[in-house]
């Protein structure tokens, strides 16, 4: 059984890790029921495991948080759907490959919902879109924007942080990094492409499409707000 969580109040991120903590140890333990938390972060930044200090390019904008889970630096804030995904990995595989390719396939399938086709790169963390109407890149290729990142921790088989996906956040936060590392490419959300959806929509969409990802079977708990 997974529980939904959504938060309507803008969450602190040290609040966040807390409870993603304590509650991953609880699906360990077998007290608590796997979770997927809906919310949004306060502008700010966060570093991965394998983030480089130069990527770093503008330290004084926004608080920067350094965690322990995998990937680069990324963004976080108002207008972007953060889905911190607490699944315990011992009952659904302990394959960590296919769960990241899993949280793919769940955004894609999200992004999809509103007709937009999502895809992954090799080498290149993240589910991002091609921009015809853009100006090609120096070598000719078609213009890439990042649309969502993924970044997650497994502690004992338990997941934690997880994914996000720019629905209207101020794409000029991005500007003080370089996402995950990767130059050359921009960043998008769903109403800079041109499409003016909601929160509640990507929330909803993310409902329906999660069960095509994960496999699931059963109803998901009733959902509390916070």
């Not at 963390?125 to 078609?142: C, F, K, N, Y």
Request: aromatic share 8%; net charge negative.
């Amino acid at each position: 059984m997974v529980e939904w969580i959504t938060s309507r109040s803008l969450v602190p991120y040290e609040e966040a890790v807390a409870f993603m903590e304590a509650r991953a140890e609880a699906i360990r333990s077998g007290h608590a029921d796997e979770a997927i938390w809906l919310l949004e972060h306060p502008p700010l930044y966060t570093a991965g495991t394998s983030a480089r200090i130069e990527d770093l390019t503008d330290p004084d904008r926004f608080p920067v948080h350094w965690t322990r889970r995998g990937g680069q630096f990324t963004y976080h804030g108002p207008g972007q759907r953060v889905v911190y995904v607490m699944l315990d990995l011992s009952r659904r595989g302990r394959d960590v490959r296919r769960f990241v390719r899993q949280l793919e396939e769940w955004v894609i399938a999200t992004l999809a919902e509103f007709n937009v086709r999502g895809e992954t790169r090799d080498g290149r963390v993240g589910v991002w879109v091609t921009r015809p109407e853009r100006p090609p890149l120096p070598d000719g290729s078609p213009r890439e924007d990042k649309i969502a990142a993924i970044g997650v921790r497994i502690r004992r088989w338990v997941s934690f942080h997880g994914l996000s996906i720019n629905v209207e956040p101020d794409l000029s936060h991005f500007d003080g990094i370089v996402p995950c590392g990767i130059r050359g490419h921009g960043v998008t959300s769903l109403v800079d492409l041109g499409l003016p959806v909601t929160m509640d929509e990507v929330d909803a969409a993310l409902r329906r499409t999660f069960a095509t990802a994960f496999g699931e079977t059963t109803p998901p708990k009733a959902e509390p707000e916070t």
